[in-house]
């Protein structure tokens, strides 16, 4: 009897254990890339001068979510640089890797 009650709270706990980890692992690589670009020197807890947490910025760009013409045109506001003055890493990205970027941000941004 307790065998089998046993039996299926491991299953439940391995199965929650595989989705928990398919989700973290994607972002993880994304996370990963911020890291590569540099993003967390400025953009990391506590932020360098005037820059938001990338906290603050998933939260401003929740409402984006789903709507793909909105990151790509978000990413390539931010590495066309003009409106937000000079940053070598936000200029410095790929299409690809600001599109990745922004998104990544619009769905929510976990902390490193
Ligand atoms: C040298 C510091 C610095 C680095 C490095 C940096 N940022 Fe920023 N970022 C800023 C500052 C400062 C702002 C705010 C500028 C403003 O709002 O005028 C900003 C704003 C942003 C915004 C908001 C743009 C908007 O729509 O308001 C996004 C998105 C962003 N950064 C993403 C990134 C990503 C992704 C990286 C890594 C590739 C990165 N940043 C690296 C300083 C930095």
């Avoid at 978000?74 to 066309?80: N, Q």
Wanted: hydrophobic letters at 40%.
């Amino acid at each position: 009897m307790n065998t089998r009650r046993d039996r299926w709270g491991t299953w439940r706990a391995l199965g929650a254990a595989v989705v928990v980890a398919c989700t973290a692992t994607a972002a993880h690589a994304d996370a990963q890339l911020a890291a590569d670009k540099g993003c967390y020197n400025c953009h990391g807890t506590p932020p360098k001068k005037n820059a938001p947490t990338f906290a603050q910025l998933a939260a401003d760009y929740a409402k984006y979510r789903g709507d793909d013409g909105a990151v790509r045109q978000l990413a390539d506001k931010l590495r066309s640089g003009s409106i937000f003055g000079h940053i070598d890493a936000h200029e410095r990205l790929s299409a690809t890797d600001a599109e990745r970027l922004v998104r990544w941000i619009v769905d929510g941004a976990p902390p490193s």
